[in-house]
């Protein structure tokens, strides 16, 4: 994602966000199967949660709610799928877990 004048705030690549524009930035978390968490791998604590377009809280769907997919969308995140798009969102933009 970039803002203003084109300063990359973060990228996501096979799953694993980073801060800055390269794949050698500082990790923020990851994605897989609809799960995020913090740190690089799938043993980082479990912040969240998407399936079917809700985003919850922890682990299983019977989290509390936080909203919808289609509710942390910003520009740009056309290009990846919809949960990396929300985890995109919490670790560059706004926490939400």
Sequence with gaps: RSEGSGTVLGNIKNGVIRKGRSSSGTVLGNIKNGVIREGRSSSG???????????RKGRSSSGSTIGKTRDYEFKGSSSVEEAEAVALYHFLEKEIF
């Design 45 to 55: 604590t479990v912040l969240g949660n998407i399936k079917n377009g809700v985003i």
